[in-house]
DNA sequence: CCCGTTCCCGTTGACGCCCATAAACCCCCA
DNA sequence: TGGGGGTTTATGGGCGTCAACGGGAACGGG
């Protein structure tokens, strides 16, 4: 399996590091990854967490725009200097910078979650409240497209 | 790694000195950049910092305007005129000047901002307010782009 | 001679490396 | 099917290294 999924969550100690699941740090291992890069998500309070190939989707979008205009200036600012590096120690632990902090809110505990081709990064509270939004539109959209609640 | 990525703030001492982030040391290094210059941004309070190759980007801007135009006669006055050296000390530091302090508003710290081919030196809270510009501006992209938000 | 700059050294705190422990998990076997 | 026992994982902590930082001393130009 080379792909990040289901979710977890850790424990943060005094020393502000969490261990990443094992299975991640396989995930991580098989596609050869030598470091993790975080981004802030845009309309989440999380991060993205990928290799550096989470870049090159950005960065070709980036270069399809005018240079000049403010929107690729945008671009740039979000995926290079909105990101931070993520080092997995020998016992496959990262450290939570305030930077991370500030954006996710996350305080002793960090949640885990597998996005296929990357995972995230949320306050596991934050994760729970997102998560119960994110079912109720799909549940509102099942029930217009059919007609009514599935069963 | 051969890009300018992520972000930090280093205190300013008393000389006027403040560390480069030694993860960009390590990429002007690599860049084989025997000096950086710093380019006072046109419409943001920082300074563009990177190798003379700076400059390109700026030429190849000028190149597209008609040079009968003020535009191209004030865009070179900027570009060569309005930019400094930065020397690094050995402990991998550079000066404050009154000329980049003037442009940034940099009082007592500053903010390293990778932007892959070269980084940016901000205010802190600046930085932060532009920030939360950018992502405003992004996160409105996204949505007009797609008819909500993604995901 | 003064002032600003550069070099060099010492301090401090953050981070990476290592080891220890405890809990969870898995597998084999009775 | 219900244990053992070994293995892996999560977590805590000691310790050395290095980056960031502060300050003294040498150097050089005005």
Redesign the pocket.
Known sequence: MDRFLSS?V??????????????F??VVQKRGYTELYALRCLDQPAMDVGGLDLLDRYEQRIAQEDPFLQTADDMSFFCHGDGAFL?L?????I?M?DFIREHTGIGQEVAFVGRGQFFQIWEPGRLAEHGAKVRERLLKLMQAASGGPAQ
Request: aromatic fraction near 0%; glycine fraction near 8%; hydrophobic fraction near 20%.
């Open positions: 977890s850790n424990r943060i100690d005094a020393k502000g590091r969490v261990s990443v699941p094992a299975h740090r396989s080092k120690d020998q016992d496959g632990r450290t910078t």
